[in-house]
């Protein structure tokens, strides 16, 4: 996601920011900028891609030259990447220039009221409204056309602030996004990220919601809502730049579930209205098609088979799934009332983008379901819809795959409303539940310590199944893959019905069988499968829903996860898997963030 920080002091700014921006690059993004104040005005630098692109914009600069910047990373949300969306972004007057992370919800209606007035925008970001804003504000009094215009606000926000005409002074302001202020003496700084401070300074004021901050080099003031100065506590910090990056976790595969909450909120809540789910960017006639194909690879696959199980299920039209490096060379039958839906967290996957072309020759209509904004697939599609994961560091995807899921169903749901092969009670129903989603999912990261014991227990089997029928079995895909790629311990995922056609030959005693219980239309047949183990002396791990009493009787061990519509039961139940995964892993002592052999993002064949 994006990072900000900025400084004041007596040294050059450019340096102090440039450097703080690399310790942001961890966080992933996709364009950076700074800004000083030098000779009463406002000086710029923008790159697209690597911080190193600014840097070596800087240093082909001697003249940008200042004490007092700021800084940013961006991570496009509104507005493809490029120079002119990266932030800084400076008023129309040049008085003012401003980074921002978050979301300003209402920057439609102010820029609409700017434009009125003849203030001209020159980017597509939301962002820009701040600046714009603050200089019409402003009369002469910093504080006081800030503290206007954020009342002006809705939505989530850190900013810092620089002006041509206070030399020397930031302001800063927070709701609902993190922003620190890091005290030096005679200089002082501010980040987004402790990260970006760690090396300059360990003493910090941490900014709560409504505050506003005026750092000089000499003094830091912090003021409520409503003006007033406020004293805030200096606290110490500890922490080395390693351990700062990953908020304090040990991995960033850790630091990503435990994140999953927030992205789905960020993916699921921008897009329910009303109890409606609405997709601005989706301009789609569902009558046009008499087909759905899926296709992704790994994860994104997987989280494509979960798809295919909604869209059937609420649409009542076939939907096949396949991965696209088979699909790619199979000349495919589909023509243009066939809807291809690709699914990347990167957006760069190789065999995934030669799929989507494929697809596209034969005059298939393309919708992508992509994390980075701007990607490859992103472009190539002729809809796109942005899971809103942040960026995921890990290799072994997790919140990208939950949001990927959720995403789906909320196209399911959408596009089942469209064709009206949806009840109202059940579309209200299904918006519902997916609303509750965030909650749940943090509700099944409660299970983390009881995981971590039952990863303790089981982390030397050699070789694991995963089983499930239906929804339950196209988690098991990704409860597998989970742990296979980050623990290299051998682990298959079997459609629990197939298991006695062949693979039963390989459960012996001591073999652990994961099974996921959550699609409880069809749990009694499970648990035949379960018996049919556990007689050949298999352990059992199952997964069921709360309130499901009767596998206590079947499994070994049992975690109950939140009950949630069946068709939504992956998002939920592959948390613990997740976590019993990691902690496999870490049993193992495996390289969890960066397993061998595997690579983030795979753009070669
Ligand atoms: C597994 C994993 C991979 C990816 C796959 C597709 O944890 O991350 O299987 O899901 O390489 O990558 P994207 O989603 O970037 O296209």
Redesign the pocket.
């Known amino acids: 996601m994006c990072g900000i920080t900025g400084y004041t002091g007596v040294n050059q700014a450019g340096p102090i920011l440039l450097e703080g921006l690399k310790r942001l690059e961890y966080r992933g993004y996709d364009s950076a900028g700074i800004a000083v104040q030098g000779d009463n005005e406002i000086k710029m630098l923008k790159a697209t891609g690597k911080v190193s692109h600014l840097v070596d914009k800087f240093e082909a600069e001697p003249d940008f030259k200042g004490v007092c910047g700021i800084g940013h990373t961006r991570w496009a949300t509104h507005g493809i990447p490029s120079d002119t969306n990266a932030h800084p972004h400076l008023s129309a007057d040049g008085k003012f220039a401003v980074v921002h992370n978050g979301i300003i919800e209402n920057f439609a209606e102010i820029r609409a009221e700017l434009q009125k007035y003849g203030i001209e925008f020159k980017s597509e970001t939301d962002t820009e409204v701040i600046v714009q804003l603050l200089a019409y504000n402003y009369k002469g009094n910093f504080k006081k056309a800030l503290m206007k215009t954020i009342s002006r606000l809705n939505g989530s926000y850190a900013i810092g602030v620089i002006s041509a005409e206070h030399p020397g002074t930031i302001f800063a302001a927070k709701l609902s996004s993190p922003l620190l202020i890091g005290v030096g003496i005679g200089e002082n700084y501010f980040a987004s990220d402790i990260t970006a401070l760690v090396s300059n300074t360990k003493d910090v004021i941490d900014m709560d919601d409504g505050e506003v901050a005026e750092i000089t080099p000499d003094a830091v003031k912090v003021y409520d809502h409503s003006g007033n100065e406020i004293n805030k506590e200096i606290r110490h910090i500890n922490w080395d730049i390693a351990s700062a990056e990953k908020s304090g976790y040990e991995h960033f595969m850790m630091k990503e579930i435990m994140e999953q909450p927030q992205a789905l909120k960020a993916t699921i809540e921008p897009r329910i209205r009303d109890e409606e789910i609405v997709f601005e960017e989706l301009d789609l006639d569902m009558k046009k098609f008499n087909r759905v194909h899926i296709t ?5 696959y997987h989280a494509g088979c979960v798809g295919r199980g909604i869209i059937e299920s609420l649409c009542r039209i076939p939907v096949e799934a396949e991965v696209a490096s088979e699909l790619r060379y199979r000349d495919p039958i589909m023509d243009d009332k066939t809807l291809v839906i690709v ?4 957006g ?2 190789a065999d ?1 983008i030669a799929a989507m072309k494929e697809c596209k020759e034969k005059g298939a209509t393309v919708l992508a379901i992509v994390n980075v904004v701007g990607s490859s697939i992103a472009k190539l599609a002729d809809y796109c819809l942005y899971t809103w994961a942040g960026p995921e560091i890990a ?3 997790t919140k ?1 795959y939950t949001t990927q899921v959720a995403l789906l169903a909320m196209f399911a749901v959408w596009a089942a409303g469209q064709l009206k092969t949806i009840s109202h009670g059940a579309y209200a129903s299904m918006v519902i539940d997916i609303m509750r989603l965030p909650e749940r999912a943090q509700r099944a990261l409660d299970l983390n310590s009881r995981v971590k014991k039952l990863a303790e227990k089981y982390y030397d089997n050699q070789s694991l199944f995963f089983i499930g029928r239906n929804m339950d079995y196209a988690a098991a895909l990704e409860g597998s ?2 742990l296979k ?1 980050i623990s290299y311990l051998h682990s298959e995922a079997y459609a629990a019905g197939e298991l006695k056609h062949g693979t039963i030959a390989l459960i012996e005693p001591g073999r652990l069988v994961v099974a996921l219980c959550c699609y409880e239309k069809l749990f009694e047949k499970t648990v035949s499968n379960i018996q049919q183990v556990k007689a050949r002396g298999a352990r059992v791990l199952a997964v069921a829903h709360e309130g499901n009493r009767s596998i206590f009787q079947e499994a070994d061990d049992v975690l109950l996860v939140p009950q949630t519509d069946p068709l939504l039961a992956p998002v939920i139940e592959i948390i613990p898997m997740q976590l019993f995964a990691y902690y496999v892993a870490k049993e193992n002592g495996c390289d969890i963030d960066k397993p061998k052999n595997l690579a983030k ?2 753009t070669v064949e």
């Open positions: 992704a690879c790994g994860s994104a699914i990347s967290q990167s760069e996957t995934t290799v072994a995807t990208g893959l989970k790629e993002s795979v």
